[in-house]
């Protein structure tokens, strides 16, 4: 391995909106070298990865402070095809692939391999060569062939398991002649145990042809398999480098998730420890793309506020997803000794459940409609409130107009929404004001069991703290039963009683809030489980 960078990312600092997300990224790179990014979500990985692939997003938003040398060169990444023409390559954690093309098609995408026909001949035109497919498919044999691939090179991308999908991504960057370094962002997340162990030694034999690696990812265990160095973010900031002869999985998980945590929530003990149970799961599997939860049983306490973490497409998302009847669910969920029926929505809202999606402008809101409306539609439609019979008619129902403005504005003044009236489009709100909406409308269902999931996302940070306080004011004035799930570990250590950590779809550990930093990385690694069977 040379001894000179290949890549330097000098102070690295970036804001959107007035919110730092880097600040001051420091990060060195030799060739052939696999370097390790890991950090919580949100602690600036991806964004230091858009910066040096030159996103669109990046400058549109103001561009960055720092600098980036390359290959022993200050460097301006304003476009991918810059970051390209350099000899960068990036593996995007969303596939970047054209599901109507071949495979062939895809890997040599902007990249054609062509050849003269008699009318380009004649006329002396490049414009009007011919594919040259024979040529173009054996480079992409070539390429799938180096990636331990048997798949054949003609067949389209629709229709291929997602674990294809990625090595084509992978196929396609290994195929470009001036590769110098390449980023993988969370390459074995949608892969099995079998194809991510493929893929780490792909990985190797890349850095073995001197190309550097750039390895972003939440598997601890992948990162001390093939890592040459680590460096660890957390909210934005460097808080750690080793080498892999210096790294143990104790000493990242701490440096990951270590943080002073401000507790707005004292934890209710009696709650925990001897309370009735409010909901109980039992074997749950729920069906959600990117967010699949293989078995989960569960305890709900009554009166608790209960935290649902883990990292990204770990499964979290998909338990209140699946209870709430919105993606295919099976296994037991019992309210007392009344089952409950899954993958009925307005059966969860009859017996007193209440959902506040992750996915707040795609799902919770109707944004080209009123505030006040979003509030009460559901509770009008599943519960038959704010409805009076129409001249007096039975069986024929209208909307009592007086009736929702009064609950609106009621509403509107509890949850502190700033807005100009009811009237107001929920499209004109801040984020933060949207989400208490979101939260309105759960509360006018009048429910006893509150399911939310990202309460804080997109949000900024005095509409963060409102929020969660709201949530712990519902819980200790009404007693409300609240399930929180978040990709934000402090936020739920700083109002809940207990915290379940997911982790591929199972349930690695339930923790105390005031668990050590140790614990939470070790669960969110799905190691908490191993290690407390050897201490045992």
């Given amino acids: 391995m040379s001894t000179t960078n290949i890549l330097e990312m000098r102070n690295i600092e970036k804001e959107y909106f007035g919110n730092r997300v880097l600040k001051g990224v420091t990060l060195t790179v030799k060739p052939g070298e696999i370097h390790a990014i890991v950090g919580e979500n949100g602690a600036g990985k991806s964004t230091l990865m858009n910066i040096l692939f030159g996103m669109p997003v990046i400058y549109s938003t103001g561009g960055i402070r720092g600098e980036v040398i390359f290959d022993g060169k200050s460097v301006d990444i304003r476009s991918p095809k810059t970051a390209l023409d350099l000899g960068i390559g990036m593996v995007h954690q969303e596939f970047m692939l054209l599901p109507g093309f071949t495979i062939t098609e895809n890997i040599k995408l902007n990249r054609e391999i062509t050849r003269h026909n008699p009318v380009s001949k004649l006329l002396g035109s490049a414009k009007l060569q011919t594919l040259d497919i024979e040529k173009m498919r054996q480079d992409a044999k070539k390429a799938l062939d180096s990636l331990g691939m048997t798949v054949d090179e003609w067949l389209p991308i629709a229709g291929l398991p997602v674990g294809y999908m990625q090595f084509v991504e992978i196929a396609r960057e290994i195929d470009k002649e001036n590769i110098k370094l390449l980023v993988f962002d969370e390459p074995t997340a949608v892969l099995t145990e079998s194809e991510a162990d493929t893929l780490l030694g792909v990985m190797k034999k890349l850095s073995a042809r001197g190309i550097a690696i750039l390895f972003i990812t939440h598997r601890l265990d992948e990162v001390l398999a093939v890592a040459d160095s680590i460096t660890v973010l957390r909210d934005g900031e460097k808080v750690g480098w080793m080498t892999r002869d ?250 809940c009683d207990r915290i379940a950590i997911v982790y591929e779809g199972e349930l690695e550990a339930i923790l105390s809030p005031a668990a050590s930093d140790l614990d939470y990385g070790l669960a969110m690694a799905g190691k908490y489980r191993d290690r407390s069977r050897e201490a045992g």
Avoid: W
Avoid at 413 to 428: N, S
Avoid at 452 to 475: F, M, Y
């Fill in 246 to 495: 210096e790294a143990t999985l104790e000493k990242i998980a701490e440096m990951m998730v270590g943080r002073k945590i401000e507790r707005i929530k004292q934890v209710a003990k009696d709650v925990v420890e001897g309370g009735e149970t409010a909901l109980s799961i039992r074997n749950l599997r729920v069906t959600m793309p990117g967010e699949m939860v293989r078995n989960i049983s569960l305890d709900i306490k009554k009166g608790e506020i209960l935290g649902i973490g883990g990292l990204a497409g770990q499964g979290k998302i998909g338990i209140a997803n699946g209870i709430m009847g919105l993606y295919p669910a099976q296994g037991d969920v019992f309210l007392g000794s009344k089952r409950l029926e899954l993958n009925r929505p307005r059966q969860a809202i009859e017996n007193k459940l209440a959902f506040v999606s992750e996915d707040r402008r795609g799902v919770g809101l109707l944004l080209d409609n009123s505030i006040e409306t979003n509030i009460v539609m559901t509770a009008m439609q599943i519960r038959d409130m704010f409805l009076k019979p129409f001249l007096g008619i039975k069986g024929i129902k209208m909307a009592d107009e007086k009736a929702i403005r009064t609950h609106a504005l009621k509403m509107i003044k509890d949850l502190d929404i700033r807005c100009t009236g009811p009237e107001q489009l929920t499209r004109r709100l801040s984020g933060g004001n949207q989400q208490k909406v979101c939260i309105a409308r759960a509360l006018t269902l009048e429910p006893e069991i509150l399911f939310v999931s990202e309460p804080t996302r997109g949000i900024d940070i005095g509409a963060k703290k409102l929020v969660l306080d709201l949530l712990v004011q519902l819980n200790r004035e009404l007693n409300m039963t609240v399930v929180v799930t978040s990709s934000e570990l402090g936020e739920l250590r700083s109002i």
